[in-house]
């Protein structure tokens, strides 16, 4: 007689391999957008699949991810880059895309909204737009966007990180296990933040640079706040492209909270890092992006609009 196949099953971000007599109904709350998988595969399918686990230290349901994405031909190592730091610099915030673009090249990423009307967080496929103070709420497929970084996040590799005193602790954790300073990356990272301390860009008047419109942003800041990090490391030879280093964007396990990332603390957090090796550069066509000069090297810009000595260097 034949062997039962093994029931395997994604549940939010955590997986289990059932039996038909064990039981689940758990589920993570900060994964309310993703979805649940159950299936029956074979035992050769399921004994590979727990060498690959013990081979990597990687949990089941990453793994399963990872080859879903690939078998789909789900673009899930490609950036999908709106608009240019050069343009976002020189004050181009009209809107050259809509959300809804966005989520046709990706789930996870950071931008700003038409006018800098605040912060963009998408994760989980859910675009969110952060307005002064954190107030953070979802925002409709028809949205324009000026400026955005996009991608289909499977994390490649995750771990977790300790004791961190300050965003620079982290941010020195994060370099530990990036594979290279010239390649893109993007990070997932959740837990529990003692401290977080944001900012949310305020719409800038016409006209405005980047610069000016930053003196009026908005900072703040929240204690023992459950959320994701979405940031990107970009090199520095992208400079003109996207943001230099690192840039995160915060949002809560609410979806109601959130921001352009200064500071932190926590005693633990996990990290997902997705490593991307090819970019689509989406370029405006919009009359301001046209006729903008945009020659200059908008790096002292970025510099002088974060305004601190954070190491990642963030407009939108
Ligand atoms: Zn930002």
Redesign the pocket.
């Known amino acids: 007689m034949d062997k039962v196949p093994c029931l395997l099953s994604v549940v939010g971000q955590s997986v289990q391999v059932i039996t038909a007599t064990d039981s689940y109904n758990r589920m993570n709350s900060m994964s309310s957008n993703r979805h649940q998988l159950q299936c029956r595969i074979s035992h050769t399918l399921w004994a590979a699949l727990e060498s690959e686990q013990s081979r990597t230290g990687d949990s089941i349901e990453h793994i399963v991810e990872r080859a879903l994405a690939n078998e789909l031909d789900l673009k899930h190592h490609s950036l999908f880059q709106v608009s240019t730091t050069s343009a976002l610099v020189e004050g181009v915030f009209d809107g050259c895309t809509r959300v809804h673009d966005l989520k046709c090249h990706g789930d996870f990423g950071?931008?700003?909204f038409e006018g800098l009307d605040g912060?963009m967080v998408m994760l989980d496929g859910v675009c969110y737009q952060i307005r002064a103070g954190g107030t953070a709420h979802e925002v409709v497929d028809s949205t324009p966007v000026p400026f955005a970084t996009i991608t289909r996040f499977v994390a490649d590799q995750h771990f977790r990180v300790d004791q961190v005193g300050s965003f620079e602790e982290l941010l020195s954790q994060i370099d530990r296990r990036r594979p290279s300073d010239n390649l893109f990356a993007a990070f997932r990272v959740e837990g529990c933040f003692e401290n977080v301390s944001l900012?949310a860009?305020c719409k800038a008047a016409p006209g405005e640079k980047l610069v000016d419109a930053i003196e009026h942003q908005s900072e703040f800041s929240a204690t023992q706040e459950i959320g994701t990090l979405v940031g990107f490391w970009a090199p520095l030879y992208a400079k003109s492209i996207g943001?230099p280093g690192y840039?995160?964007?915060f949002i809560n396990a609410s979806g109601k909270f959130g921001g352009?990332?200064f500071d932190l603390s926590a005693k633990e957090l996990q990290v997902g890092m997705h490593v991307e090796t090819d970019i689509h550069l989406a370029i405006p066509e919009t009359q301001q992006f046209m006729a903008a000069n945009l020659s200059a090297d908008p790096s002292s810009a970025l510099e002088r609009a974060e305004k601190d000595t954070h190491r990642?260097q963030?407009?939108?």
Do not use: K, N, Q
């Open positions: 950071v931008g700003t912060e900012r860009a943001v840039h995160f964007h352009h990332v990642e963030g407009p939108g």
